[in-house]
Structures are given as structure tokens and as C-alpha cells.
């Protein structure tokens, strides 16, 4: 009784010690840390990685300012080229409840970064803006805050993120002292031997000889029908359990966490001195579908790697490029176009309008559809600049179309530079091999069966000269049967025996991109001008525009001295690799008349 009062004692003060721990002495769930005060404002404040501490989860960022501000999220090599040579805040590191910074000196201006495609979220805040901060995919991530680029960025930050709780003597305690209360109950329960034998220390009596009492008392070893037996003292076992350890000792275990893983038809004049002819140079779509190929991992796969465009902000771009051209296309306004359209495109459809101004009959440009989203073409180069495809087909797309989009540099937004509808029969090359995240060289071959830009020469040379010696460089395709076709059958008319007839294709260099794709061959996009010139062969021959667009477009509707017509022809083609025997493929085409020019 006396011993067992004390160890009941003791193993409730255990177990009292390891459920305060738990509770009354438990660490705070999270920590902050913040800039210090006497900050050095500049026009961006960059929080990076090492901002969030060790934290694998999502922490809390927490900025106030003065007005607004805008708090964007990017790769942190991406943050850094935008910053390029801006001065700047870094918030680089975290100790105990102070975010370490420093400045950075440089230009004192920048552009607002509110609204760029560089970044994967962007929040607005004006006063005090509290975001989560998580990391949408492994790698390093910052986060850039700046007011308008000239006002000073806030500095006023601080993060907040999960404290490290764990109490890895608690749960020991609380089952040690259990432990150690149940054994002094138990003892409470166990009545001194020497009473099961008729004496007890207590009274004073010396027990009867041969009894188990005497043997205890006399240190017998055992006595006749008595069994054998080792005694140890009650004290020395809750020596053991407490005093060495048993349950203090045990190692804690580790938790581990693993974060969420996260062209349109267009007519063309006759020259003749008799009445006029007009034909199509435009493929036209068929009931012969066109496929889309897949086969290699997309861009942003673990096999390839993180890509430099996120699936979410693809959307957002291909969003905005498409409700720009849907905003020019009615209001047939070519400056609308300029934040996201260049190029190519930006001619072809500005050429579009300019048509349509002067003839109601002229054929609208095809819609840019942002969805849905059959197939992307993303690198995961982090160089400049960057040139994503994407393959769309919207309601009003008859086939799929192939969206050419090029980042000049870090501070531009993605523009479209070319869109293609895809030629009947066709078919879409695969994404980008595994690690493949390199440039295209545009004027060497490299692992290709040709350069980029020799194929686009090659087009604009085949197109001019059908049975020259580009003959036998492409497949059969749509796009070059119907402008081939067109050309000679003008020649032919009879109508136009009175006219001296040219075609003429040539490759704009500065409208070439190309892309690799799944099988070590190349996506190319080229662009061409095509001028159809037509003159009176002879004294008194005419060139007759009466009831073409040419007469919508020049005014005139006879012309003596003749007419040069020019067309802008977008072409997407598919360069196999080098020791390939397969022929160059055209996949997709965009024609638009251009313009027509008396002479």
C-alpha cells in the first residue's frame, strides 16, 4: 500500500505532463515573418523561394501598400527576366519571424506587370491582400508585387506559414504514466504474501517453521511442497520503467506530407481583251477529314519536363487572343488587332477588312476559335523567343485550325502570328519528344531533312514553277493543287490570248517559325506573297475588271497598261527529319487577297 500510493501518483504527473504538452504547451499552428521596416523601396518587390522557409505546403503571403498593387505569381527564372535591370526589393530568405531583404539598384521604372501572359496567377490588392501561395508544380516559384511600375512596390510583407508542432514526448508520456498508473492499481489489489500464511511482519509473530512464511523469512531456497521462487523488490520495477527509459526512449516517429500535385475563297481577274474569267486560289474544305496525331508525351508530362506555359494560362491567352479578333473582326478595325495580332495574321486580316470596305460580296476571315483545345505544341526552353502552337476548332471552324503564338520577350504578351485551317486529309504531327526544348535553327538543317527556311523557299519556288526542281520536294496536297491549277487553267483561257500572264510566290523571311516535333522532324510556318500580274499583250489590248473585286478595288473597271493582284498565302508545313525518305507535307494553308495596283 505505502509503495503503491506513489507510483499511481507519479504516473498521473506523466500523464498530465504529456497531454499538457499537447494542449496547454503546444506550439503555435503557425509562424509569421516579416520585412523589416526600415525596407528599401523600389518600383517590383520579388518574394522568393527561399521566402517560404521549409514550408511543403501552402503558406500565406500577406502585403499591405497605400493604393493598389498588383501580386503576381511566376517561375522564378521568369520573374528574374522580367525584372531584367529593374531596381529592386528581394525578399530572399526567412529566420524566426524576420523575412530577410535587400535591395537591388537599377532603373527606377517598369512597365505594370498587371495583365502579363508571363505570369500563372495575378491577384489585384489595394490596401491589405492576403494570398495563399502554393506551388502548382515542382520547381522554384516567386511571387512579384509593383504598383504601376513607377510608384514604389510595397514593402510592407510578411508570411505566414505551418509551424513545426510536433510533441514527439507526449504520446510517450501519456502511455508511460498510464502504464505506471495500472501497476500501482495492480499493486493496490496484491495482499502480502505473509498473510496467505497465517503470519505477517506487521505482528510481530515468528513464523512456524516449514512454512512459506519462514522460508521467506530465513531465505530458504524452498521447502517441502513449496515451489521456487525469485523475489524482486517492487521498487527496483518501477526503477525499470521509468527511471531507464522504456517509454521516454522511444524514438518518435517521422509524419511525411506529400504535396497535391499538385483563308477564305477569293477571286481572281481575267486579262483579256474579250470578256472576263475569275477562279478560285483557295483550297476548299471536303468531306475528307483531317486528324489530329498523338503519341508523344505533352509538353509539361513527367517525361518532359515543366513547360514554359501552363495548360490554365494557355486557356487565358488563347482567350484573349480570340476575343480581340472577334472584337476587330466587328468592328472590321485592324488597330484592334495589334495587342495580340502580328504577323502573318495581322496582315491577312487586316487585308480582310480592307476588302470587305470595298466589296460586300468579299468572304469574312475565319473566326478564331480559343476552344476546344485539341492538341498544344509547348516547349520547355526558357529562352526568348518563345513559340507555342495550338490546334483549335471552334463552332464556326469547318476543320481544325493551328494558331501560331510567339512571346517575342519576357515584358511582350503572346500575339498570334499565324492562323491555318488544316487541309483536308491532313494530318497533325505530334507534340515535341521527350526533352526535346531547344530552337529550331531556321537556316541550317541540323536533324532535318531541310532547313526551315529552304522548305518555305522551296514552297514559294514550286508554287511559281510547278515542273521545276521542286517538283518532286512535297506530297500531293490541296493547298498547291488548287493554286497550281488555278494558274495554268488562266493561262490557258482563251479569253485571255490578248494578256501576258505571271505568277509570281516568295517567302517573307521574317515570317518563318519553326517548332520540333515527336519524331525529330519540324512544324513549319512560312509565309508567302503571291503577285498575279496581267498585261495587254499588244497596242489597243485591255485588261477587262468590269464585275470583279479588282473594280471594287481599283476604281476602274477597263485598264490599258494592266494590273498587278497580290495575295498573302500562310502555310504550315511538316519537315521530316534528316535520313527520312518521306516528302515535305503541307497540312494547313490561309489565303487572303491582298491588294490590286493599276499599273
Given at each position: 500500500?505505502?509503495?503503491?500510493?506513489?507510483?499511481?501518483?507519479?504516473?498521473?504527473?506523466?500523464?498530465?505532463?504529456?497531454?499538457?504538452?499537447?494542449?496547454?504547451?503546444?506550439?503555435?499552428?503557425?509562424?509569421?515573418?516579416?520585412?523589416?521596416?526600415?525596407?528599401?523601396?523600389?518600383?517590383?518587390t520579388v518574394i522568393e523561394p527561399g521566402a517560404?522557409?521549409?514550408?511543403?505546403?501552402?503558406?500565406?503571403?500577406?502585403?499591405?501598400?497605400?493604393?493598389?498593387?498588383?501580386?503576381?505569381?511566376?517561375?522564378?527564372?521568369?520573374?528574374?527576366?522580367?525584372?531584367?535591370?529593374?531596381?529592386?526589393?528581394?525578399?530572399?530568405?526567412?529566420?524566426?519571424?524576420?523575412?530577410?531583404?535587400?535591395?537591388?539598384?537599377?532603373?527606377?521604372?517598369?512597365?505594370?506587370?498587371?495583365?502579363?501572359?508571363?505570369?500563372?496567377?495575378?491577384?489585384?490588392?489595394?490596401?491589405?491582400?492576403?494570398?495563399?501561395?502554393?506551388?502548382?508544380?515542382?520547381?522554384?516559384?516567386?511571387?512579384?508585387l509593383a504598383a504601376d511600375g513607377e510608384a514604389?512596390?510595397?514593402?510592407?510583407?510578411?508570411?505566414?506559414?505551418?509551424?513545426?508542432?510536433?510533441?514527439?514526448?507526449?504520446?510517450?508520456?501519456?502511455?508511460?504514466?498510464?502504464?505506471?498508473?495500472?501497476?500501482?492499481?495492480?499493486?493496490?489489489?496484491?495482499?502480502?504474501?505473509?498473510?496467505?500464511?497465517?503470519?505477517?511482519?506487521?505482528?510481530?509473530?515468528?513464523?512456524?517453521?516449514?512454512?512459506?512464511?519462514?522460508?521467506?523469512?530465513?531465505?530458504?531456497?524452498?521447502?517441502?511442497?513449496?515451489?521456487?521462487?525469485?523475489?524482486?523488490?517492487?521498487?527496483?520495477?518501477?526503477?525499470?520503467?521509468?527511471?531507464?527509459?522504456?517509454?521516454?526512449?522511444?524514438?518518435?516517429?517521422?509524419?511525411?506530407?506529400?504535396?497535391?500535385?499538385?483563308?477564305?475563297?477569293?477571286?481572281?481577274?481575267?486579262?483579256?481583251?474579250?470578256?472576263?474569267?475569275?477562279?478560285?486560289?483557295?483550297?476548299?474544305?471536303?468531306?475528307?477529314?483531317?486528324?489530329?496525331?498523338?503519341?508523344?508525351?505533352?509538353?509539361?508530362?513527367?517525361?518532359?519536363?515543366?513547360?514554359?506555359?501552363?495548360?490554365?494560362?494557355?486557356?487565358?491567352?488563347?482567350?484573349?487572343?480570340?476575343?480581340?479578333?472577334?472584337?476587330?473582326?466587328?468592328?472590321?478595325?485592324?488597330?484592334?488587332?495589334?495587342?495580340?495580332?502580328?504577323?502573318?495574321?495581322?496582315?491577312?486580316?487586316?487585308?480582310?477588312?480592307?476588302?470587305?470596305?470595298?466589296?460586300?460580296?468579299?468572304?469574312?476571315?475565319?473566326?478564331?476559335?480559343?476552344?476546344?483545345?485539341?492538341?498544344?505544341?509547348?516547349?520547355?526552353?526558357?529562352?526568348?523567343?518563345?513559340?507555342?502552337?495550338?490546334?483549335?476548332?471552334?463552332?464556326?471552324?469547318?476543320?481544325?485550325?493551328?494558331?501560331?503564338?510567339?512571346?517575342?520577350?519576357?515584358?511582350?504578351?503572346?500575339?498570334?502570328?499565324?492562323?491555318?485551317?488544316?487541309?483536308?486529309?491532313?494530318?497533325?504531327?505530334?507534340?515535341?519528344?521527350?526533352?526535346?526544348?531547344?530552337?529550331?535553327?531556321?537556316?541550317?538543317?541540323?536533324?532535318?531533312?531541310?532547313?526551315?527556311?529552304?522548305?518555305?523557299?522551296?514552297?514559294?519556288?514550286?508554287?511559281?514553277?510547278?515542273?521545276?526542281?521542286?517538283?518532286?520536294?512535297?506530297?500531293?496536297?490541296?493547298?498547291?493543287?488548287?493554286?497550281?491549277?488555278?494558274?495554268?487553267?488562266?493561262?490557258?483561257?482563251?479569253?485571255?490570248?490578248?494578256?501576258?500572264?505571271?505568277?509570281?510566290?516568295?517567302?517573307?523571311?521574317?515570317?518563318?517559325?519553326?517548332?520540333?516535333?515527336?519524331?525529330?522532324?519540324?512544324?513549319?510556318?512560312?509565309?508567302?506573297?503571291?503577285?498575279?500580274?496581267?498585261?495587254?499583250?499588244?497596242?489597243?489590248?485591255?485588261?477587262?475588271?468590269?464585275?470583279?473585286?479588282?473594280?471594287?478595288?481599283?476604281?476602274?473597271?477597263?485598264?490599258?497598261?494592266?494590273?498587278?493582284?497580290?495575295?498573302?498565302?500562310?502555310?504550315?508545313?511538316?519537315?521530316?527529319?534528316?535520313?527520312?525518305?518521306?516528302?515535305?507535307?503541307?497540312?494547313?494553308?490561309?489565303?487572303?487577297?491582298?491588294?490590286?495596283?493599276?499599273?
Amino acid at each position: 500500500m505505502k509503495t503503491a500510493v506513489p507510483i499511481i501518483v507519479a504516473g498521473l504527473l506523466l500523464m498530465l505532463l504529456g497531454i499538457g504538452q499537447r494542449t496547454v504547451w503546444a506550439p503555435a499552428e503557425t509562424v509569421t515573418a516579416s520585412v523589416a521596416q526600415d525596407a528599401q523601396a523600389a518600383p517590383v518587390t520579388v518574394i522568393e523561394p527561399g521566402a517560404r522557409g521549409s514550408a511543403d505546403g501552402a503558406v500565406e503571403v500577406t502585403v499591405t501598400a497605400d493604393g493598389p498593387f498588383t501580386l503576381a505569381v511566376g517561375r522564378t527564372s521568369d520573374v528574374e527576366a522580367w525584372v531584367g535591370e529593374a531596381a529592386h526589393l528581394e525578399v530572399t530568405g526567412v529566420s524566426e519571424d524576420t523575412l530577410s531583404s535587400e535591395r537591388i539598384d537599377g532603373e527606377e521604372t517598369v512597365p505594370d506587370p498587371s495583365g502579363s501572359d508571363l505570369w500563372i496567377s495575378e491577384e489585384p490588392g489595394d490596401g491589405t491582400l492576403t494570398y495563399r501561395w502554393s506551388e502548382p508544380l515542382e520547381g522554384d516559384w516567386s511571387i512579384l508585387l509593383a504598383a504601376d511600375g513607377e510608384a514604389p512596390a510595397p514593402t510592407e510583407v510578411s508570411v505566414t506559414r505551418p509551424n513545426d508542432r510536433s510533441t514527439p514526448f507526449a504520446l510517450p508520456l501519456i502511455i508511460g504514466g498510464a502504464l505506471v498508473v495500472v501497476l500501482g492499481i495492480a499493486l493496490l489489489f496484491i495482499a502480502p504474501r505473509s498473510d496467505r500464511s497465517g503470519g505477517s511482519r506487521g505482528n510481530g509473530r515468528e513464523p512456524v517453521e516449514g512454512t512459506r512464511a519462514y522460508a521467506r523469512r530465513h531465505g530458504q531456497a524452498g521447502v517441502k511442497g513449496a515451489a521456487p521462487f525469485a523475489a524482486a523488490p517492487t521498487a527496483v520495477v518501477v526503477a525499470g520503467l521509468v527511471g531507464a527509459g522504456s517509454f521516454l526512449g522511444i524514438a518518435p516517429g517521422v509524419a511525411t506530407t506529400s504535396p497535391s500535385a499538385p483563308s477564305g475563297a477569293s477571286s481572281s481577274p481575267s486579262a483579256s481583251a474579250a470578256p472576263s474569267a475569275s477562279a478560285s486560289a483557295s483550297p476548299s474544305a471536303s468531306a475528307e477529314p483531317t486528324s489530329v496525331q498523338g503519341g508523344a508525351p505533352s509538353a509539361g508530362s513527367d517525361a518532359s519536363g515543366p513547360p514554359v506555359v501552363l495548360e490554365s494560362q494557355l486557356e487565358r491567352i488563347l482567350g484573349s487572343v480570340a476575343s480581340t479578333v472577334a472584337d476587330a473582326d466587328a468592328a472590321s478595325d485592324a488597330d484592334r488587332l495589334e495587342p495580340r495580332v502580328a504577323g502573318a495574321a495581322l496582315e491577312l486580316r487586316t487585308a480582310s477588312y480592307a476588302v470587305a470596305a470595298k466589296d460586300a460580296k468579299a468572304t469574312a476571315p475565319v473566326p478564331v476559335a480559343d476552344a476546344p483545345l485539341l492538341l498544344q505544341m509547348i516547349p520547355t526552353g526558357t529562352e526568348w523567343p518563345r513559340t507555342v502552337v495550338a490546334l483549335t476548332q471552334g463552332d464556326d471552324n469547318p476543320v481544325p485550325q493551328a494558331l501560331l503564338l510567339v512571346q517575342e520577350t519576357p515584358r511582350d504578351n503572346y500575339r498570334l502570328m499565324s492562323a491555318v485551317q488544316m487541309l483536308p486529309g491532313s494530318t497533325f504531327p505530334s507534340a515535341p519528344a521527350p526533352g526535346a526544348t531547344g530552337s529550331v535553327p531556321l537556316d541550317t538543317a541540323g536533324a532535318l531533312a531541310t532547313a526551315p527556311q529552304a522548305a518555305v523557299d522551296s514552297i514559294a519556288d514550286f508554287l511559281t514553277k510547278p515542273s521545276g526542281a521542286n517538283a518532286e520536294t512535297f506530297e500531293e496536297n490541296s493547298f498547291a493543287e488548287a493554286i497550281t491549277e488555278f494558274q495554268s487553267g488562266v493561262v490557258a483561257d482563251p479569253g485571255n490570248k490578248a494578256a501576258k500572264i505571271t505568277f509570281t510566290h516568295a517567302a517573307e523571311e521574317d515570317g518563318t517559325h519553326a517548332l520540333l516535333t515527336g519524331d525529330g522532324g519540324a512544324m513549319v510556318f512560312g509565309y508567302l506573297t503571291h503577285t498575279y500580274t496581267s498585261l495587254p499583250k499588244g497596242e489597243g489590248d485591255t485588261i477587262d475588271l468590269k464585275g470583279t473585286v479588282y473594280q471594287a478595288l481599283t476604281g476602274k473597271a477597263v485598264s490599258t497598261k494592266g494590273i498587278d493582284v497580290n495575295y498573302g498565302e500562310a502555310v504550315m508545313m511538316y519537315v521530316p527529319p534528316a535520313g527520312s525518305d518521306d516528302k515535305i507535307r503541307v497540312i494547313g494553308a490561309a489565303q487572303q487577297l491582298v491588294s490590286a495596283t493599276l499599273r
